[in-house]
């Protein structure tokens, strides 16, 4: 059993994963904005910068697993996702790494979603000097790169930033010993769907998407997915992309790989 950080952990997708942890007996920190082990805004430096600090006082300066999936939904303003879902995301990826180069077997999963497909896809998803900037670590540029977007273009933008990033350090993470691998998880019955569910324009596209399983998912058939990306049945399993979305991606890119 390990120590596990979980962001993200009050709700949705992370709340269901901090609980299956638990079970399985690991000593889960969970961070989020809401009341959780460690409140955070991860979408400003100072909470990032608090956050790293916290978990290393509360893990004793050592990780076994760490989960990046704090976020804010699709119908938010487009400057607090890039924040919290770029930003944010990464910059507690790189400040717990020495944590988690003295853990054992270590591994962390960055949660991006099916949004970073349609970044790629969908011209009014795709904003390329937005995800250039992010890609650069130029927050400055990004935000005001996405100045005049939807939250939906940010989302995807920051989704698939996250995505590309877990690819572009699959060697120096390697070489530390750490595995890193994300999901792209699809429809999930989340508080987050709820509140698209709610976005007039937004809710009939997300409900019209196509998916060959034909349903949504619980949280927790995500929790199980990420729970074997930190376990060791996954230790061959890095730099990766997961699509968890019941086959969607499938329909969307067929001649992807």
């Known amino acids: 059993m390990g120590?596990?950080?979980?962001?993200?952990?009050?709700?949705?997708?992370?709340?269901?994963?901090?609980?299956?942890l638990k079970r399985d007996?690991?000593?889960?920190?969970?961070?989020?904005?809401q009341p959780t082990d460690i409140v955070a805004d991860l979408g400003t430096p100072e909470g990032r910068k608090h956050a790293a600090v916290a978990v290393a006082e509360r893990s004793h300066g050592r990780l076994d697993g760490l989960v990046s999936g704090a976020a804010l939904g699709p119908y938010c303003e487009p400057d607090p996702i890039l924040?919290?879902?770029?930003?944010?995301?990464?910059?507690?990826?790189?400040?717990?790494?020495?944590?988690?180069e003295r853990g054992r077997e270590p591994a962390a999963v960055a949660i991006s979603s099916i949004g970073a497909i349609y970044a790629d896809i969908l011209p009014e998803q795709s904003v390329p000097a937005?995800?250039?900037?992010?890609?650069?670590g130029d927050e400055t540029a990004a935000l005001a790169a996405i100045a005049g977007h939807d939250g939906n273009a940010a989302y995807c933008v920051a989704k698939r930033g996250?995505?590309?990033?877990?690819?572009?350090?699959?060697?120096?993470?390697?070489?530390?010993?750490i595995r890193?691998?994300?999901?792209?998880?699809?429809?999930?019955?989340?508080?987050?769907?709820d509140g698209?569910?709610?976005?007039?324009?937004?809710?009939?596209?997300?409900?019209?998407m196509p998916i060959p399983l034909g349903r949504s998912a619980p949280p927790e058939e995500m929790a199980s997915?990420?729970?074997?990306?930190?376990g060791p049945d996954a230790r061959y399993v890095h730099g990766a992309i997961l699509h968890a979305d019941g086959g969607s991606d499938c329909l969307l890119r067929p001649n992807a790989l």
Not at 3 to 20: F, K
Not at 130 to 136: E, G, I, Q, V, Y
Not at 180 to 193: E, F, Y
Request: aromatic share 4%; glycine share 8%; with cysteine.
């Open 3 to 20: 120590t596990i950080a979980v962001t993200g952990a009050a709700s949705g997708i992370c709340q269901a994963l901090a609980d299956r």
């Open 196 to 208: 698209i569910y709610d976005t007039p324009g937004m809710a009939e596209a997300v409900k019209a």
């Open 130 to 136: 937005a995800l250039d900037a992010c890609l650069r």
């Open 83 to 100: 924040r919290v879902n770029y930003f944010g995301a990464l910059q507690i990826l790189d400040d717990l790494k020495p944590l988690l």
């Open 162 to 177: 996250l995505a590309l990033k877990v690819r572009a350090h699959a060697q120096t993470w390697g070489d530390a010993g």
């Open 180 to 193: 890193l691998n994300a999901i792209c998880p699809g429809r999930i019955a989340t508080p987050m769907l």
């Open 25 to 33: 007996g690991h000593d889960v920190i969970g961070i989020d904005v």
């Open 225 to 230: 997915v990420i729970a074997f990306l930190l």
